[in-house]
Structures are given as structure tokens and as C-alpha cells.
């Protein structure tokens, strides 16, 4: 009985579609011709060969090739016959594997060099000491006034130590004399209270201590930036009052108080330290950001009421006497916003002609009026 080619007279099995288990296969051009491209080549590859689950290169640009061709679209722009050569296919496929291998070893590199920053981080943010408020309290006592914010921005404890009523207490009591000359407000009596106690020590350092009594004398009467200071602010009180000069006429005090534009609130994204609530009284002040507009006229002028209006408009010009100076005040009902210019005819306007004096106040100026309740 004649065998056939195999035994028990069946075909021997082709070695190229037998791969032994663990042993890499290598793609071979004629492979992806048409006939030969089966689901196993794919569903049933071995992991050596594809081992990010990736399509090597080689093959979809040989397959590629053979369906544009079945399907009777143009040729891609590389030659078939140097996609489907077998001189460059093994070296195509270590390529790109050696890619593969380069690709997962940077990216295991870079997550490794994070691992390393975030920890570094971390190690620098428990660095350092925590010192207890005694210790902040007792270098308070050598800071400068005109130091104090930068003293608060140390840390949070040195900024908790500026908000105690005991700061500020001690802080009066190291440049108070008995020889200063104070308003009865300022006395080291009306220390005594907590409520308004930040506010009535800065006022009394501008009487008593002299770096800060020769800024409001070296500073003009009013600053050239008063026009763009004023704006958008809110008109809180008017009043006007008959005064008695060197001349022998009297004169007219028209005052205008303000309340500023706070830059704190135009930034939201910030969000504001606020003092502890047992030291709420001592930072208390009605009168903050506030300022006050004094103009003295020559002769009364009737003028409307403007208070809870806002300042929008503040100009300065030559009366027509040529001697003395004419002062323009535009309010509105709303802000202007995005630098518009404004029509004559548009809001509230108040011209004070002729002006003999024009002084601008902050709410810790010696002459600005102090509120009784505060």
C-alpha cells in the first residue's frame, strides 16, 4: 500500500503557518499577497511578535496596498514592490519595535521624574518650624510702623499677631509722649476700647510719630492723580459750612465725602484674609477707604443734592477771573465703565466758581472729620 506524503497518508502541515510555541515570527512579504491574509494571522498572533497589541507597520502598509487594489483605488505613493520586498521587512519590524520599547521606557522615565518632584515637594512643604505666637508677639514689639505689612506678610502667624488688640496697644504706648498734642479721641483713655482701636492708633501716629507727620506735609494739598482716585466712588454725605478766613468776608467749606473703589474687590479669584472673630472690634472702621473733598469757595453756591450718587467726572480750570480756579463735578446713577467719555448734558453736575482752595483727605488724615460713633 503506497503512503502518501505525510503519515497515515495525510499532507504535511506547512512549516511557515506552524509556529513553534515562543518562538518570534517573522513577517514575510509574500504573506500579505492575496489568498494569504487570514483572520489568524491576527485573532491568533503571537504575542512576541505584536507585543503592544499594535499592528506592525510593515503589514498595514501591505495590506493597505492589496485592498486599494482589490478595490480598484490608485496606488499609494510608495511602490508596491518596495512595501512588499523582503529585503527591508525584518529590519522594518525591528525599527519598530525598537520604537515601541523607546516609547514605553520614556514614558516610564518621565512618570518616575514626577514621582520624584511631587515627593520633593512635599518634603519642602514640612520643611521648616512653626514658631508659637509669643515669639511673633515679642518681634512686634521692634517693628517699625511703617513695617508692619511686610512684618504680616512673614506667615500667618506673624499676620494672626497684627490683628490682637495687644499689638496695637503696645504699639501706641512705644511712641506716645506725654508732651504730644492729640485730639481728645486719640487720648490714651479712649485706648481703653476695643472697638475702633487699629483705626485710632493709625490716626494718633500721624500726630505723634514723625516719619508719617512729614508725608502730610510734603504732600500736596491735592494730588495730581485725584481724578482718576475719585472715580466710580460713592458720594456718602455733603454738607457746606460758613467759615471765617484772613479775609474779612467769609467764605464757604463745601465737603464731599467719598468712598473708594476698593481694589480688593475687583479681584474675586483672591480671597481676603479676615481678622479672628474675638479681635473683629479692633479692626472695625466705618470710615475705611473713604476720603474727603473740601472745596472753599469765595461766595455761596447753590448745589444739588448728590449724595448716594457716584463721582464720575472731576476737572480743574481757570476761573474767569483769571485769579482763582473753577472746579466741574459730574455724578451719575451708575458706574461708567470701559473709559467712556461722557456728554455734557449727561448726570448731575456741580460748579463751584470762584475756588480758593481745593484739599484732598483720607480717612487717617489729622483733618478729617472723625465720626462720634467710632
Known sequence: MARGPGSLGRPRPDPITMPKRGKRLKFRAHDACSGRVTVADYANSDPAVVRTGRVKKAVANAVQQEVKSLCGLEASQVPAEEALSGTGEPSDITDSSDEMDAQEKSIHE???????????????????????????????SYIRPEDIVNFSLICKNAWTVTCTAAFWTRLYRRHYTLGASLPLRLRPESMEKLRCLRARVIRSLYHMYEPFAARISTNPAIPESTPTTLKNSKCLLFWCRKIVGNRQEPMWEFNFKFKKQSPRLKSKCVGQLQPPIQYK????????????????????IFTPIVMGMIFTL????????????????????????????LRSEQGVQVILDPVHSIRLFDWWHPQYPFPLRA
Not at 283 to 295: A, E, G, K
Not at 314 to 340: A, E, K, W
Open 110 to 140: 518621565r512618570t518616575v521624574s514626577r514621582k520624584k518632584k511631587s515627593k520633593r515637594h512635599k518634603d519642602l512643604d514640612g520643611a521648616g518650624e512653626e514658631y508659637p505666637m509669643d515669639i511673633w508677639l515679642l518681634l512686634a
Open 281 to 300: 472690634d479692633v479692626h472695625t472702621n466705618p470710615d475705611q477707604d473713604c476720603c474727603l473733598l473740601q472745596v472753599t469757595t469765595l461766595n455761596f
Open 314 to 341: 472731576f476737572t480743574i480750570n481757570v476761573s474767569t477771573d483769571m485769579r482763582h480756579h473753577r472746579v466741574r463735578l459730574v455724578f451719575q446713577d451708575s458706574p461708567v465703565r470701559g473709559g467712556r467719555n
